[in-house]
């Protein structure tokens, strides 16, 4: 059997203490100075754990991932044409993947990696907003029906990143599953486009924790 033989620790001095006081603010000094004290590296990451939330509840995290082919979605606006592009896309994020259009103010664009196509949209940029609904879904975790593409929107701000705006039955379903933000992160290539979204929950345990102890006799 190995044996591990602890770190010992050096107690900070009272400059640094009070250095650690001024920018973390007294309840984490307390911590750090707790983790330092001569209890030593177990009492350290004993109290090294996650703070709970200002109202006392717990919170977790849900994240959804997706990869979308660019040329399926350009099949499809070959194919269904309006259809598909007003059934999919809101106005908004329709205007940010036309072709030659800012994707914020809708004023004429200088450039871009947008290729054209003959829709005059960019099938990359759908590509990416197609994956991040795909992605939130998989946050929201709907049973049965789905909800409206529509009702999950991806948001250009004008700094230039992507936020997410929920509505009808998604809104409903991120209520109900407690989750209180969300974020989102869209990229694309010629070929690929992909999504990351990762929803906050409160008031809910992590789901590793409601799950049953495994059954240490092998049934």
């Given amino acids: 059997m190995t044996t591990l033989t602890p770190v010992p620790t050096r107690s900070p001095s009272a400059a640094s203490r009070a250095h650690l006081a001024a920018t973390l603010g007294s309840n984490a000094a307390d911590q750090a100075a707790r983790a330092w004290s001569t209890d030593g590296p177990a009492h350290a990451t004993a109290a090294a754990g996650p703070d709970p939330l200002p109202d006392g509840l717990p919170s977790s995290l849900r994240v959804g991932v997706d990869l979308v082919v660019v040329a399926d979605v ?3 606006v070959a194919r269904l044409g309006r259809r598909y592009l007003y059934r999919v896309f809101t106005p908004h994020e329709r205007a940010c993947a036309r072709i030659g259009v800012d994707r914020v103010g809708g004023s004429p664009s200088r450039g871009g990696d947008r290729r054209p196509s003959a829709s005059g949209y960019s099938m990359e940029s ?23 593409w529509r009702s999950i929107e991806v948001r250009r701000v004008a700094g230039g990143w992507c936020e997410l705006r929920l509505s009808g039955t998604a809104e409903s379903l991120a209520t109900e599953a407690g989750i209180t933000s969300l974020a989102v992160s869209v990229t694309h290539e010629p070929m690929v486009a992909a999504a ?3 929803g906050m929950r409160r008031g809910d ?4 924790r409601r799950m049953p102890p495994p059954d240490r006799r092998g049934k």
């Avoid at 609904?133 to 789905?146: C, F, I, N, S, Y």
């Avoid at 345990?205 to 590793?208: G, K, L, M, N, S």
């Fill in 126 to 148: 759908l590509a990416g907003r197609f994956a991040a609904k795909e992605a939130a879904l998989k946050v929201l975790r709907p049973e049965g029906a789905r909800p409206e």
């Fill in 196 to 198: 990351c979204v990762v």
């Fill in 205 to 208: 345990a992590p789901a590793w």
């Fill in 74 to 76: 350009a099949e499809s």
